[in-house]
Every structure is written in C-alpha cells, then in structure tokens.
C-alpha cells in the first residue's frame, strides 16, 4: 500500500485479490470474483472470491485434515503460536488497521482501535492455559476431571462493520481451545480478513488450522449445511441471524447468532452535561453509526433542552473522514437517506441534516452521511423503532423514568441500554430494569472489555451464552466429566 499518502486511508496501487486459504495454501476461485469497492473513494480496492459449495468442501476438508492432530497438540503448544500471532498483529497494526478503515470506511484511529480490542480476546485467550481444567477427589479414592474437548471444525461468519474486532471475537479462543476455525468474512471487507489469515499461517498455525472461505450468501449456507461443520458464531443483522441460527440448529448443531440493535440513551436533567455530550456524540457518530452498539435512540426524560441543543453543535463540528468515517456503500446511503426524509413526513423534527453534506475534499466520490438528529420522535416511526445504522440520532421526549423504561422494553432488540445521571440511585433504578444485555451508566458504547463478555438479548442474539470471555470458552468446546478410581478399596463405595 503506497499509493495516496494522506490523513486518511492508503489506496493499494493494484486491487488485493481475496482468494480462499485452503489448508495452508491460497486458491483463486473457479468460477466467480466479486469487485471490492472502497466507501472513502467509490473505487475498486480489491476483489473477492465468491465460492461455491463445492469450494467450501474443499475448504472444510482441509480442516477436518488437520482437527484431530490440532485438537491432541497440548494447550501450551498451541497457546504460543497464538502468542507469536499475537505479536505479528501488533507488527504489522498499521497495514491491518489501514485495510479495516478503506474497506469499511472507518477512520484510521477507529480501526486501530478495532484491532487494538480484537487482540484483547487474543490476550484473553492467551490466559486460557492458566486457568482452565480441574481435578478433585470427589470422594475417598474417586477423582473427578473436567477436561474442555475441541468440537472439531467450527465456523465463523462475519459482517462489515468490524473487518478485523469481529471475527477476532471468535477464532482466537475456538483455536486456542483445539478446534479448526473456517472464517467467512464479510464479502464487502475480505481485505483485513485475508491479511489476518497471512498473519496466522506466518504465525505458524498447522495448515487446514485456520482456513478462509469466501463469498456471500451461497457460501454461509454451503457452510451451515456442512456436516463435518459443528458450530457457528455469526454475526450480523437480526434477519440473517436468525435464519441462520434456525438453519444450523435444525441440523443438530451448536449456534450463536447475534443480530442488529436499537440501542436507547436514557438522559434525565441531571446528567452531567461534558460528559453526556461526549458519549451521546461519540456513540452515534462513532464509526459512522455503523456499529451494533451505537446509540441509535436517545430518551429524553423531563427538560433537557440544554443538553439537545450542545448535543447537535458537537455533533455540526465533526470534521468528516478525520473524526468521522463514510457509509460502506451507494446502497445503504440511499436507504439512510430515505429514511431521514420519511422520518420528517412522518411528523419529527430534523434538527441537524447530514444528507448531501460536503464531502473531505481528498475523497469526493466516497458515500458521506453527515451526523444527523430527528428530535420529537414518536413510539411507532420508523427511526424510533428499526436499526437505520447510520450516524442518524433519533430522539423521544418522555416525562419519566419508567415511561423511559417501558419504551427500552417494548424494543425488539436487546443489545445495549445507557443512562446519563449523577444520580447513583437513578443509573441502578436503570441497570437494574433495562431489559438488554450491556448496560452503561455515563457510557455511550457499553462494550465490556476482556475478561468480561460481550452479548445481548432479545433479537440481538440467537442462541445461548455471550461470544467472548467465558462464554467463547463454552461456545466452542463440550465439557468431559472423567472419574476414575484406581485402588480397590473394599470399604469404599462412590458415595464415601
Ligand atoms: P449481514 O447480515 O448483511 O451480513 C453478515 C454476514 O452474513 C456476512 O458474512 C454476509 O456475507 C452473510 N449474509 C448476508 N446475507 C445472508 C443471507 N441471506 N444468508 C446467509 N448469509 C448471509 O450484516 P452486515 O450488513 O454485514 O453487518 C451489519 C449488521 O451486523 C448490523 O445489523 C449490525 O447491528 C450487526 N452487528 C451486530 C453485532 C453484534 O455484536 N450484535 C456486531 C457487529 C454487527
């Protein structure tokens, strides 16, 4: 990448090919590439593999190949090739994160940041060897053993938004505890997916350990109807989470499927004004809105005019490209773009217009959505109900704490709910009622950090169990009780 040297992303000076790693080896498609355009430029950055079911087998048979010598290599061994992986991200964090930010659109720092928190799972999973397993003596002369068993093959599939943080959320800890990882990334940013994969194999992961298989919707289903495949974290829109889900669990097999969100921001009058416009600002624009723990809807309780319009002058100041990235492509700028316009006829205020914004004058063609807000919302329009994922903040007037809750709790979703207090009594009135799986109290982007997991509830998640920290521990392993006892032992029996 040398091409273009601004503030901004690295142009490649030829298109990336995304081909599929095939155990250890990269294999052009046989019938199909996909064009990979770039959200900061309109152009063609790469192109991508878009596999059929029978590349799939192929790339399924390449890790089944390797499952059984991975799954009996000890924790330790495989706990230091995940370490020196660890330290080729943190090498090559530059290229990683410049490839995160020109796919999908992210500034720099954001991407960064994405890989920064994806090498926390690293590092989580790193700690896996101190900590896991167990035996006891159950009773006189009789052993207890759990032993966490590798479930073989498992497969991963994952969206746009986070090229790099996403799928780290799986493969880390499903490798580190024996199985062989298939990622099937976004077809929109193969670009970071596949220079991870490099990174692993130059990590030195056995090849068919990790493999990449590439393409869209024919691929997750060839994937999902695999039999030697024998779990799945997806993650993506509550739609497609939910088949996907329901395809994989009919089958028999292990899934866990997050989904899209509608996060709300409760604000009462006595939130601290500094730090409720920083993360009421930093939550919707973040990203570009286009992560599935961005605020989305604001509940305003009581009278906190003040606070609504220091919001919008924030959010008016944003500089686009350098502190606030672009839309990923035409397709979904056109659909935010409409519903701004429809979230007007159907009778809100649009306090703050991001479409047709000045575009950074280094990207003009890129798909540009300024920060937008639609206050006096009502319950039942589209912008206080759907995920518009998209800078886009909707606000809803209410006059009390519980109208703010039973609204949080008519919500489909279930991902993150906020509150914007000084008020001890209130933040725990709130996290204590919200009906999400991520609370935040003065926080406008909730995300746990390592070793605490990351999942929500409602159509936000299908399945049981969050996808990191313990949770990814138990997704990608099955739990073996041993009990043994050796000495004869004519006055014992199981129950002494
Ligand atoms: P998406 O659902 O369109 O795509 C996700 C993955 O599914 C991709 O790999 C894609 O190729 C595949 N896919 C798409 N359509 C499919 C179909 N019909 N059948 C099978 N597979 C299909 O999601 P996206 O647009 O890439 O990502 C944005 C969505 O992801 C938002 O809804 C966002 O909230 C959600 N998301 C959720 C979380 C979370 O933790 N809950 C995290 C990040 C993103």
Same mark, same amino acid.
């Given at each position: ?7 901004g ?32 430029t ?6 991508v ?25 000890? &924790? ?13 991200v943190?090498?090559?964090? $530059? ?12 500034? %720099? ?5 994405? %890989? ?15 900590? *896991? ?17 590798? *479930?073989?093959?498992?497969?991963g ?11 780290m ?22 670009l ?46 509550? #739609? ?37 416009? $920083? ?13 599935c723990?961005?605020?989305? &809807? ?9 606070l ?9 100041? &944003? ?9 990923? $492509?035409?397709?979904a700028?056109?659909?935010? #773009? ?8 159907d ?16 990207y003009?063609?890129?798909?540009? &959505? ?6 006096h ?9 759907a ?12 006059k009390?704490? $519980? ?38 109290? #003065? ?12 999942g ?6 299908f399945?049981?169990?969050?996808i ?6 138990? *997704?990608?392993?099955?739990l ?7 000495? *004869? ?7 002494s």
């Open positions: 990448m040398t091409e273009n040297k601004h503030w992303v690295q142009v490649p000076a030829t298109p990336i090919e995304c081909r599929n790693l095939v155990a250890g080896h990269w294999i052009s498609p046989e019938t199909e590439w996909l064009d990979v355009e770039s959200p900061y309109a152009q063609t950055v790469g192109r593999a878009l596999s059929t079911v029978r590349e799939v087998d192929a790339v399924v048979a390449g890790a089944k190949a390797a499952a059984s010598d991975w799954a009996r290599t000890p &924790l330790k061994e495989r706990t230091a090739l995940l370490f020196r992986y660890r330290e080729l943190l090498k090559h964090l $530059d290229d990683l994160s410049n490839r995160a930010a020109l796919e999908a659109g992210k500034t %720099v720092a954001e991407a960064r940041a994405g %890989v920064l928190k994806g090498v926390e799972v690293i590092e989580y999973a790193l700690s896996l060897q101190n900590d *896991l397993g167990g035996a006891q003596e159950v009773s006189r002369g009789v052993t207890c053993e759990v032993r966490r068993e590798p *479930l073989g093959v498992v497969a599939i994952t969206p746009f938004n986070f090229p790099a943080m996403v799928p959320w799986l493969y880390p800890i499903a490798v580190t505890m024996g199985n062989c990882f298939v990622h099937k990334p976004s077809e929109k940013v193969p970071t997916a596949v220079r991870m994969a490099e990174l692993m194999v130059e990590a030195g992961f056995p090849a068919g350990v990790y493999s990449v298989v590439n393409g869209g919707r024919a691929a997750v289903e060839a994937l999902v109807d695999h039999p030697d495949v024998k779990a799945y974290g997806f993650v993506g829109s509550s #739609n497609v989470a939910k088949a996907v889900y329901a395809r994989a669990t009919s089958l028999g097999k292990r899934a866990l499927c997050l989904g899209g969100a509608k996060n709300h921001l409760i604000v009462v009058p006595d939130a601290d004004p500094a730090v409720t416009v $920083d993360g009421v600002v930093g939550s919707f624009t973040g990203c570009a809105g286009q992560r723990m961005a605020a989305s &809807l604001m509940v305003a309780v009581g009278e906190v005019d003040r609504v319009d220091a919001i919008i002058e924030r959010a008016k100041r &944003l500089e686009l490209g350098r502190e606030m990235g672009a839309i990923i $492509d035409r397709a700028l056109e659909r935010l #773009n409409k519903a701004i316009a429809r979230a007007e006829s009778g809100a205020k649009l306090r703050l217009d991001g479409r047709g914004i000045k575009a950074p004058t280094e003009p063609d890129g798909y540009w &959505l300024g920060p937008t807000v639609i206050d919302a009502t319950p039942g329009q589209e912008c206080t109900e995920e518009l994922f998209g800078p886009v903040l909707t606000i809803v007037r209410v009390t704490l $519980d109208e703010a809750l039973e609204l949080e709790a008519k919500s489909p979703y279930g991902n993150a709910t906020s509150v914007f207090t000084t008020r001890g009594a209130v933040a725990r009135y709130v996290a204590e009622r919200a009906t999400t799986g991520m609370i935040g109290v #003065n926080i406008g982007v909730p995300v746990p950090r390592e070793p605490f997991s990351f929500g509830t409602k159509a936000s998640r399945g049981q169990g969050d990191t920290g313990s949770g990814g521990v138990e *997704l990608w392993t099955s073996k009780k041993i009990t043994t006892k050796w000495a *004869l032992q004519p006055d014992q029996n199981w129950m």
